[in-house]
Every structure is written in structure tokens, then in C-alpha cells.
């Protein structure tokens, strides 16, 4: 009788109920590497770090007052301008780097930078079309699913 189901002697059958209507269940809990979610998340992190820390370097050169002008409003505020790139570097490289170490806090840092930067890049929309872009790229990978079972909250 078990031949008319299409069960075959010697051939695996499922297992017992393992989730929603018998679906696999989720194994991002127990792995030892990220998903892929979250590294692309930690080298999107990354990389807005480092252009931070660049624009930090460049307003030490001669380029400082222009870079001043735009970033406070007025000419000759280099070590304002410098402060805050490294403010916004650290806010970058600090939880991209612990993205991948599994540090719930790492995730949620990442969602309040990237809730912030669509926020700034929504008031100012016509020129910061790609700003918006990477940061709703980077809230939507710590939002998924497979994120927030590796960093184990469903």
C-alpha cells in the first residue's frame, strides 16, 4: 500500500512537522557566517566610513575652507568640519564592525544611521537621490528576515 502514495522501501520521507505548514525550519540562528544580508550591510557600512574619513582628510588640505563652507555654512570652520567627519565616520565604522561579531547592538545602531540618513536625504531630495538609495538598501538588509534570526530576535 505504501507504493500507491509514491513512497519507495529505502527512500527518505520527510521528517516531523518543523514550522509554518511543514516548512524547513529557519537555520540562521545556528550558523557560524552571516547571511549575506548582513555582510553587504557591514561593507555598505564600511564604505561610508571610509568616504567620511576621506572627507575628513581632505578638509585638512587647501580644499578645507570650501569643504567648511558646505558642510557649517561658513568659511574657516576646518575643525568643526573635521570633527564632524570623524563623528560620522565612527557612527559608520563602529557597527559595521561588529555587524559581523553578532552584536545585537551593531544592528540596531545600523537602523537608527540608516533611519537618520533617509530622513536627511528626504529633506533634501533633489541631490541626495543616492544617499536615500544606499540608506534604504541598508535599512531594508538589517530589516529581513534571515538579519533578525542571526541576530537571533524573529
Given at each position: 500500500?505504501?507504493?500507491?502514495?509514491?513512497?519507495?522501501?529505502?527512500?527518505?520521507?520527510?521528517?516531523?512537522?518543523?514550522?509554518?505548514?511543514?516548512?524547513?525550519?529557519?537555520?540562521?540562528?545556528?550558523?557560524?557566517?552571516?547571511?549575506?544580508?548582513?555582510?553587504?550591510?557591514?561593507?555598505?557600512?564600511?564604505?561610508?566610513?571610509?568616504?567620511?574619513?576621506?572627507?575628513?582628510?581632505?578638509?585638512?588640505?587647501?580644499?578645507?575652507?570650501?569643504?567648511?563652507?558646505?558642510?557649517?555654512?561658513?568659511?574657516?570652520?576646518?575643525?568643526?568640519?573635521?570633527?564632524?567627519?570623524?563623528?560620522?565616520?565612527?557612527?559608520?565604522?563602529?557597527?559595521?564592525?561588529?555587524?559581523?561579531?553578532?552584536?545585537r547592538w551593531s544592528r540596531y545602531m545600523l537602523i537608527a544611521v540608516a533611519a537618520m540618513g533617509i530622513a536627511g536625504g528626504v529633506m533634501a531630495?533633489?541631490?541626495?537621490?543616492?544617499?536615500?538609495?544606499?540608506?534604504?538598501?541598508?535599512?531594508?538588509?538589517?530589516?529581513?528576515?534571515?538579519?533578525?534570526?542571526?541576530?537571533?530576535?524573529?
Amino acid at each position: 500500500m505504501s507504493e500507491q502514495r509514491g513512497d519507495l522501501p529505502g527512500e527518505e520521507r520527510p521528517g516531523p512537522y518543523s514550522g509554518l505548514f511543514g516548512a524547513a525550519p529557519d537555520t540562521y540562528g545556528y550558523q557560524l557566517t552571516p547571511p549575506k544580508q548582513v555582510t553587504i550591510a557591514s561593507v555598505i557600512a564600511i564604505g561610508l566610513g571610509v568616504m567620511c574619513l576621506l572627507l575628513a582628510i581632505l578638509t585638512l588640505t587647501s580644499a578645507g575652507d570650501q569643504i567648511s563652507e558646505v558642510l557649517t555654512g561658513s568659511r574657516g570652520n576646518a575643525p568643526v568640519a573635521v570633527a564632524a567627519a570623524m563623528i560620522c565616520a565612527f557612527i559608520y565604522l563602529v557597527p559595521a564592525l561588529y555587524l559581523r561579531k553578532r552584536r545585537r547592538w551593531s544592528r540596531y545602531m545600523l537602523i537608527a544611521v540608516a533611519a537618520m540618513g533617509i530622513a536627511g536625504g528626504v529633506m533634501a531630495l533633489p541631490a541626495s537621490i543616492l544617499g536615500l538609495a544606499i540608506h534604504v538598501t541598508l535599512l531594508t538588509l538589517m530589516l529581513q528576515r534571515p538579519t533578525k534570526l542571526w541576530f537571533g530576535r524573529p
